[in-house]
């Protein structure tokens, strides 16, 4: 079944522990996003990336890295994960650049809990 | 600064047609999503405007006024699926998308 894959889909990591969270998408989609989601927020643009061996940075990405070294995966890095990281992360592809925002498609999320 | 407003909570009953709006200010505008959201769910697409005016899609319509900066969401023909939080999005000029923090629907036998 197409569509995009993450992992884990829940976590419970130690303050200072170093963590990625990992997402593949086999639609072949040209553009990845990292959002977070907390409660009473709208989702919030982390980390992005255009097309593979591109990235940039969004909203709120301090205390995150990411790398896209192909089309298929976009892992999201913490490396050194602090209580505030405490959310849900969403991967998300869409078949278009940044810069024409098109239908978005996400993975099931990844509850991350930082204590 | 840039912000979404919508309602945090409404309920309905099965059956009848529910209106969830989206206000919206930002810098430059160059369009509009909604998405909805079961509850542990992720995200998904339910309409996309850009020019003004309705756009049907089965029971779900969407309408957005640019003058206003207002959309809504209509649903037509409750059904106790349509119980989920539906998600507003708007493109900035720099095709930044600025989200709202949600509306949960509860939809009443």
């Known amino acids: 079944i197409a569509g995009i894959t993450q992992a884990p889909t829940s976590q419970i990591l130690a303050a200072g522990r170093r963590m990625t969270l990992r997402c593949t998408q086999d639609m072949r989609h040209n553009a990845m996003y990292w959002y977070r989601q907390d409660l009473g927020l709208g989702l919030r643009l982390i980390h992005y990336s255009n097309t593979a061996g591109t990235t940039g940075k969004g909203e709120v990405p301090d205390g995150y890295s990411v790398s896209r070294a192909n089309t298929d995966d976009f892992p999201l890095t913490l490396a050194s994960a602090v209580p505030s990281q405490t959310s849900v992360y969403f991967c998300a592809s869409s078949d278009s650049t940044r810069e024409d925002t098109g239908e978005l498609f996400f993975g099931e999320g990844s509850r991350l809990t930082v204590l | 600064g840039q912000n979404i407003d919508q309602p945090t909570e409404m309920t309905a009953t099965e059956g009848a047609i529910v209106q969830i709006n989206c206000t919206y200010q930002?810098?430059?505008?160059?369009?509009l999503f909604w998405y909805q959201q079961h509850a542990g769910e992720a995200p998904t697409f339910l309409s996309y405007?850009?020019l003004d005016g309705l756009e049907e899609k089965g029971r779900f319509s969407s309408f957005l006024s640019r003058s206003k900066g207002y959309s809504y969401l209509l649903l037509k023909e409750l059904q106790m699926k349509d119980s989920a939080s539906y998600l507003c999005?708007?493109?900035?000029?720099?095709?930044?998308?600025?989200w709202g923090a949600g509306t949960k629907l509860i939809i009443k036998p």
């Open positions: 930002t810098s430059g505008f160059n369009g």
């Open positions: 999005a708007a493109i900035d000029s720099n095709y930044q998308l600025i």
């Open positions: 405007n850009v």
